[in-house]
């Protein structure tokens, strides 16, 4: 009963902070229900489903602000779509030990992308065929890496709709769009070959869901987004440096 109590408020708080930086937070989850002692099994699906709530509400706001560029992202939303499902298949065959490796590289990854990341508009617009091939290519890696690692792929799919050319409110709202539809790929594609807890997924998802209600309303106040990814920035770091540790014990 511990481990949903701890769990249920970090999903609510975290939820809500990442939902005020227009964030899913699988890539957070993941790693904290592991160490909380959840399953890896059980624990990269759920991520995944918190991702698919806590990011709907941001996806339907951005859609009623006509902040989606389906041109771009319907490519991305299909390879996503469709690799999601073979990373989850791939995850039981892989040794433990390097799914968490890959892990702790995507947090260092994510890390950086919180702390550095600048999105830079292009000035010269590109041709019809280079935008779907590389949308179809990062949705393909993003969507197969977060199958396999039960995160949304956000952070890869998100410099490369800027690099595109997409103003930064587009690529955010085209992203969480992706993000919402590969994370519920992989979620299923997992559920149909790891048991899970439906009480504990069911608990999860609601305080996934509050949390995100909550950050949804703070965004409309002086809450500074930007302060907020340093912040998540560095516990990735403290929570990828922890898993480095764990793995060459």
């Known amino acids: 009963m511990e481990i949903y109590l701890i769990s249920a408020v970090l999903v609510f708080v975290f939820s809500g902070l990442l939902a005020m930086a ?4 699988a890539f957070l989850f993941v790693p904290l229900f592991y160490y909380l002692g959840v399953p890896l099994a059980e624990a990269t699906p759920t991520a995944l489903l918190l991702n698919v709530v806590s990011l709907l509400f941001a996806t339907i706001n951005y859609w009623r602000g006509k902040l989606i560029n389906w041109r771009v992202g319907v490519p991305v939303l299909i390879t996503a779509v469709a690799l999601s499902p073979v990373g989850a298949l791939l995850t ?11 892990f702790a590289a995507f947090l260092v990854f994510a890390g950086f992308m919180m702390l550095f990341y600048k999105a830079k508009k292009r000035e010269q617009e590109l041709s019809r065929g280079i935008e779907v091939t590389a949308g179809a290519g990062v949705g393909s890696v993003a969507g197969f890496m977060g199958g396999l690692l039960g995160v949304g792929g956000g952070n890869f799919i998100l410099p490369v709709l800027n690099w595109l050319g997409l103003d930064a409110k587009f690529a955010a709202g085209t992203t969480a769009l992706v993000v919402v539809f590969s994370s519920l790929s992989g979620f299923l594609a997992h559920a149909s070959i790891s048991g899970l807890d439906p009480l504990f997924v069911g608990i999860m998802a609601a305080m996934a869901a509050g949390g995100s209600i909550v950050g949804s309303q703070l965004m409309k106040t002086r809450v500074s987004s930007s302060q907020l990814k340093k912040i998540i920035g560095v516990l990735l770091f403290v929570i990828a440096a922890k898993m480095i540790i764990d793995i060459v014990k």
């Open 92 to 102: 039981a065959h892989v040794d433990k030990t390097i799914l968490l490796s890959i």
């Open 22 to 25: 227009g964030l899913g937070a």
